[in-house]
């Protein structure tokens, strides 16, 4: 066949093929706001040190709803809130409700958490270090705020379904470098090793970002991610820690939208330098200018097209404890290794076995051509977003932390052989019986490379 034939051939199939509509790029999309600031005086997470309940407010706590609808009807549910995290028991629950609630499956409701360390104690994540050391009535108003926290987010996600409308998704990354790799560089020396351009370890400062605006163009909701604790304050007052400082920044500066912020692999990042509620703000508001940033471009429009998929796999623990080893370990003077001790002496004594591996979670969403948004439950080390992203699509592939199920640090292989708190010594607060198995990162990225 010549060449001039080949190509009068490839113009005409060009010139019968249908157009592409504008429908193709037409999403559902639905968003919705409740706060979730405890009304009772609620022991706050994330700090064993602290030895009191809540007395103030800085910012509201609060839990949003993003409902997707592609052009095929494929629905998908993203769920945040400003908590440090949420159990499997409480997780499932809530997932399970919303989806029966809105006629889905699991791989199609996500709930992220901010990993704020000041929010409340929720059920019994981090048992260890919060529940069981609480009394009586602590424990039964934690409880109770876990019931009504899952009630109000079921209602939340129908709410937003509810406001479905016609809109466009736009994709974008930004950057932005206050997070530290906490592992590599001493705290107290951070301020100087920064100006000096001596700061070292593995970090993940992109700002992955996801507008919705409807028909209008306006700004309808805006997602993005961080990868660091969210750990610049440890008062005693209810706030949202720079995450939610970013969100009231960006929803003041985009009158009628709502922010939804997720964590990002930032189990081994700090904010630093801490401590001071206007050092929260100011990260908030580095944060936020670096999503308006990418706003202010022109951002590729996604196609109208969905996919989810979820899996949990046996993610394997190293060798575990003897009745013993146990024994002795709740004789320690460490409260809370002594906890976790008689917590799994007692499970043994009911007959129960100490479990060998833990139903992790895993789930992939795919957004229109490019956008790879993969959810990973625990804290999750940066080495994981580095990896997945270098192996998959880099800023296009967007890796979140913090995802359905907080049940303990997950250490890369190469945190786990260093050792230190996120290789291993944070397990005793999450109520773990032993360390991850060396195969714990083999395990993850395998999963990861199965889902669609």
């Not at 909701?221 to 820690?241: E, K, N, P, R, S």
């Not at 009745?323 to 004594?349: G, P, T, V």
């Amino acid at each position: 066949m010549s060449r001039i034939l080949l190509t009068l051939l490839t113009l005409a199939v060009l010139l019968s093929a249908p157009p592409a509509s504008a429908a193709d790029n037409v999403w559902q999309v639905g968003v919705a706001k409740v706060e979730i600031t405890p009304d009772s005086p609620l022991w706050l997470a994330g700090y064993a040190a602290r030895n009191r309940p809540a007395e103030g407010k800085l910012t509201p706590l609060w839990a949003k709803a993003l409902v997707l609808e592609d052009a095929q009807q494929h629905r998908a549910v993203l769920i945040t809130l400003d908590l440090v995290g949420i159990d499997r028991e409480l997780a499932l629950a809530m997932r399970g409700a919303i989806a029966e609630k809105l006629k889905l499956e699991p791989a199609q409701v996500m709930i992220c958490t901010s990993h704020t360390h000041s929010g409340p104690v929720v059920a019994q994540n981090l048992r260890p270090m919060h529940y069981l050391l609480l009394d009586d009535k602590q424990q039964r108003l934690v409880m109770d705020y876990a019931r009504l926290l899952k009630d109000s987010v079921v209602q939340l996600a129908t709410v937003a379904r509810r406001r479905m409308e016609p809109c466009t998704l736009h994709d974008g990354s930004g950057h932005c470098t206050f997070a530290v790799n906490r592992r590599n560089n001493n705290e107290a020396e951070v301020p100087e090793l920064r100006k000096a351009n001596k700061l070292v370890g593995p970090v993940d400062h992109d700002v992955p970002v996801l507008a919705a605006r409807d028909a209008a163009g306006q700004l309808k909701a805006v997602v993005f991610g961080y990868a660091c604790h969210g750990t610049v304050l440890d008062g005693y007052d209810w706030c949202g820690d720079y995450p939610g400082y970013a969100q009231l920044a960006l929803e003041a500066k985009h009158d009628g939208a709502i922010a939804l912020f997720w964590a990002g692999c930032g189990g081994d990042q700090n904010p630093i330098p801490r401590r001071q509620v206007e050092l929260a703000k100011s990260y908030g508001d580095q944060l936020a200018a670096a999503v308006d940033d990418v706003l202010a471009k022109e951002l590729p429009t996604l196609p109208s097209r969905l996919a989810t998929d979820y899996v949990e796999i046996d993610l394997s623990f190293a060798t575990l404890p003897t009745r013993a080893e146990f024994e002795s370990q709740a004789q320690d003077k460490n409260r809370y290794i002594a906890s976790r001790a008689k917590y799994f002496l007692a499970e043994l004594d009911a007959g129960r076995a100490v479990p060998t591996s833990y139903p992790y979670p895993i789930a992939a969403w795919k957004l229109g051509d490019k956008i790879d948004w993969l959810f990973l439950g625990g804290e999750v080390v940066v080495d994981y977003a580095l990896r997945l992203k270098s192996e998959r699509h880099e800023t296009h592939t967007w890796v979140t932390g913090y995802s359905n199920d907080v049940m303990a640090y997950i250490p890369s292989r190469r945190v786990l052989l260093e050792g230190g708190y996120e290789g291993g010594g944070a397990m005793v607060y999450y109520g773990r019986p032993a360390v991850w198995a060396e195969t714990v990162e083999e395990q993850i990225v395998n999963a990861v490379k199965k889902l669609q």
